[in-house]
């Protein structure tokens, strides 16, 4: 399954990357586990209504399931992988993003792991917030109970074990971004580290 459109001519495989039949599975530190009985999701910054979700609610509002080719900054691509759950255009018709809005972090579980991107990318037709891998709840290594999916950026960008989402003015540099990754992270452009953005 081809992730281009009709109007974009990319390869579907982007420069530098190999595919892989695994899914690897990499993180700053250890593997988080967050009890889904407890697991809540804060929706917060510049919005109009702030929400904390429970997984329960986040089950109930699940309404996408995509099928999409992956890739990670160290340079494997995983094609047609099945995900399901919270398309983020649910989320934002929800909490009502203000036009102050520009770009959303996220905070997770691992130690205060953060990314951020541009708000125009959570509202990309394959972004989500993914509850499944390949029709099973997400397990503690890919993420779970929550991680976003944003297939258009390098996979870092996807992160794990979600526990925050702050609407933000301005942009701010994330765990990896302040390490020196790229913080725009787009694969076909090889955006890797910052000195390609």
């Not at 933000?168 to 302040?178: F, I, P």
Request: aromatic share 12%; charged share 30%; net charge neutral.
């Amino acid at each position: 399954m081809e992730n281009n459109t009709e109007n974009d001519k990319r390869p579907r495989l982007p420069p530098g990357q190999h595919l892989t039949d695994r899914f690897p599975v990499l993180q700053k530190g250890r593997v988080a586990h967050i009890e889904r009985e407890v697991y809540t999701l804060e929706a917060t910054g510049e919005v109009e209504n702030p929400r904390i979700f429970t997984l329960d609610e986040l089950k109930e509002l699940q309404d996408e399931e995509q099928i999409v080719d992956i890739h990670c900054v160290t340079s494997w691509s995983k094609f047609d992988t099945k995900w399901s759950g919270l398309s983020f255009k649910k989320l934002l018709s929800i909490v009502k993003p203000k036009i102050s809005a520009n770009y959303v972090e996220f905070y997770c579980a691992d130690g205060g792991f953060t990314t951020t991107v541009p708000l125009q990318k959570i509202k990309s037709e394959t972004a989500m917030l993914a509850l499944k891998y390949d029709g099973v709840a997400l397990g503690d290594k890919h993420g779970g109970p929550v991680r976003a999916l944003i297939p258009e950026l390098y996979f870092y960008k996807s992160a794990k074990w979600v526990l925050k989402i702050t609407f933000l003015k301005e942009d701010r540099l994330g765990y990896w971004e302040k390490g020196g990754y790229s913080n725009k992270a787009d694969p076909w452009r090889e955006q890797r580290y910052s000195h390609d953005d």
